[in-house]
């Protein structure tokens, strides 16, 4: 989508009324009440419609939709393996099983329809619903006969396809689903409950002919693969996330206070706590200097735990107490966290550069290469980053000495 000509910050760039907004209401029209969940009955108002081909009142629309979205549910395992992410690979497997999930459902509950379509046509529209609904309130679509009050906004935070809450309906809007994501907050967009319409407002300056984009969110590009299959090359965003046993080579961390937890959150770790009880630490892009902001008490304290020995010859420290009143550790054990820690990012560079490699020629079509090559790429940006912020500190240790 391009500017025809200059827009200034604050111009509307896109309005669409409800009646050109489609969702499952459409099914109302051809078959009365649908007894289905609307995220199903979003699913096959898309099939009916597409089936009527030019009879559809939303032809021109479906017709610029692709013949399949390359989201990562799409994405063969030895496709989805090139990432190296533990995480998105779960992600990917339970996206597979919720799409049998649906394809279940949808031919168990809506046999009528069912047989009139085929296996990759139902493939179709769900990948089309899952990465670009977006969601509005129900009181939007309901005309209340004992009111004129307009119905409440909701403005939607993240761009079509996200994971939905549960507190609105899935739609497709016309045109709003043709923009491109920045990682920059380019644009609002939202329904406004006045007009009657959802419209996209310009939170940037654009000359004629340049490109205009949506804003779906401060994502990273582990979320951008995640809904949506793609990734960018210097997402402002993205971090890099290494696991305690990385650092430590330790098996096992186990930390389970509760004030332990509470106060690893208010350090600001990403996913505290995860599911096998070992701790992540997120390390985001753009900090002045990394070696100077990483919580060292809360990583001596892991360091400690982990171990479960002493390592230096001083007082022992309560772990708890570290870390509610932020007691100071020693020297020493500082010391040898830095150096595990370094040591674990060197280790996490080596990798990414042999998994760039492998991405760039892996026999995968060119939108997964490009994808996983963006999403290392950029990884291993930000780890070369704090490496060289850890080389330039010592270096200014050196020269102050």
Same mark, same amino acid.
């Given at each position: 989508?391009?500017?025809?000509?200059?827009?200034?910050?604050?111009?509307?760039?896109?309005?669409?009324?409800?009646?050109?907004?489609?969702?499952?209401?459409?099914?109302?029209?051809?078959?009365?009440?649908?007894?289905?969940?609307?995220?199903?009955?979003?699913?096959?108002?898309?099939?009916?419609?597409?089936?009527?081909?030019?009879?559809?009142?939303?032809?021109?629309?479906?017709?610029?939709?692709?013949?399949?979205?390359?989201?990562?549910?799409?994405?063969?395992?030895?496709?989805?393996?090139?990432?190296?992410?533990?995480?998105?690979?779960?992600?990917?497997?339970?996206?597979?099983?919720?799409?049998?999930?649906? +394809? %279940?459902? /949808?031919?168990? #509950?809506?046999?009528?329809?069912?047989?009139?379509?085929?296996? !990759?046509? $139902?493939?179709? =529209?769900?990948?089309?619903?899952?990465?670009?609904?977006?969601?509005?309130?129900?009181?939007?679509?309901?005309?209340?006969?004992?009111?004129?009050?307009?119905?409440?906004?909701?403005?939607?935070?993240?761009?079509?396809?996200?994971?939905?809450?549960?507190?609105?309906?899935?739609?497709?809007?016309?045109?709003?689903?043709?923009?491109?994501?920045?990682?920059?907050?380019?644009?609002?967009?939202?329904?406004?409950?006045?007009?009657?319409?959802?419209?996209?407002?310009?939170?940037?300056?654009?000359?004629?002919?340049?490109?205009?984009?949506?804003?779906?969110?401060?994502?990273?590009?582990?979320?951008?693969?995640?809904?949506?299959?793609?990734?960018?090359?210097?997402?402002?965003?993205?971090?890099?996330? +290494? %696991?305690? /046993?990385?650092? #430590?080579?330790?098996?096992?961390?186990?930390?389970?206070?509760? !004030?332990? $937890?509470?106060? =690893?959150?208010?350090?600001?770790?990403?996913?505290?706590?995860?599911?096998?009880?070992?701790?992540?630490?997120?390390?985001?892009?753009?900090?002045?200097?990394?070696?100077?902001?990483?919580?060292?008490?809360?990583?001596?304290?892991?360091?400690?735990?982990?171990?479960?020995?002493?390592?230096?010859?001083?007082e022992h420290v309560d772990l708890v107490e570290t870390l509610a009143n932020g007691v100071a550790v020693c020297g020493c054990v500082q010391k040898l966290c830095i150096s595990q820690l370094e040591d674990a990012l060197l280790d996490r560079h080596a990798r990414l550069q042999t998994?760039?490699?492998?991405?760039?020629?892996?026999?995968?079509?060119?939108?997964?290469?490009?994808?996983?090559?963006?999403?290392?790429?950029?990884?291993?940006?930000?780890?070369?980053?704090?490496?060289?912020?850890?080389?330039?500190?010592?270096?200014?240790?050196?020269?102050?000495?």
């Open positions: 989508m391009a500017a025809t000509g200059t827009i200034q910050p604050g111009d509307l760039l896109l309005s669409v009324p409800r009646s050109a907004i489609f969702s499952h209401h459409e099914l109302f029209q051809v078959s009365g009440p649908v007894e289905l969940a609307p995220e199903h009955a979003l699913l096959l108002a898309i099939l009916v419609e597409a089936r009527k081909g030019r009879e559809s009142a939303w032809y021109e629309y479906l017709r610029l939709l692709p013949e399949q979205e390359l989201i990562l549910a799409t994405w063969t395992m030895q496709d989805i393996e090139l990432l190296q992410d533990t995480e998105l690979i779960e992600s990917a497997i339970a996206a597979k099983r919720k799409w049998k999930e649906v +394809l %279940s459902t /949808f031919q168990q #509950t809506v046999s009528t329809y069912a047989k009139d379509f085929t296996v !990759d046509d $139902i493939a179709w =529209a769900w990948s089309i619903a899952a990465s670009r609904s977006a969601y509005m309130e129900e009181n939007a679509w309901k005309e209340s006969e004992q009111s004129l009050r307009p119905p409440k906004a909701n403005r939607s935070e993240r761009g079509p396809g996200c994971t939905y809450d549960g507190s609105g309906v899935g739609v497709l809007i016309p045109l709003l689903d043709m923009f491109n994501h920045s990682c920059y907050p380019v644009s609002k967009a939202g329904y406004n409950p006045v007009s009657n319409t959802y419209d996209l407002i310009a939170d940037a300056a654009y000359a004629a002919g340049e490109q205009v984009f949506i804003h779906y969110g401060p994502l990273s590009n582990r979320e951008l693969v995640e809904h949506w299959g793609f990734t960018l090359r210097d997402n402002p965003h993205d971090s890099v996330r +290494l %696991s305690i /046993f990385e650092i #430590t080579r330790a098996e096992s961390t186990p930390l389970t206070d509760p !004030d332990l $937890i509470s106060a =690893a959150q208010i350090l600001g770790l990403e996913n505290p706590l995860s599911a096998d009880a070992s701790y992540a630490i997120g390390f985001a892009r753009g900090k002045a200097s990394f070696w100077d902001s990483v919580p060292w008490q809360l990583t001596t304290s892991l360091q400690l735990s982990a171990l479960e020995a002493r390592i230096c010859d001083c998994s760039v490699t492998k991405a760039s020629t892996a026999a995968a079509p060119d939108h997964v290469k490009t994808a996983a090559t963006n999403y290392l790429s950029c990884q291993d940006d930000i780890v070369q980053s704090i490496l060289r912020t850890r080389t330039d500190s010592i270096s200014e240790s050196s020269g102050t000495g």
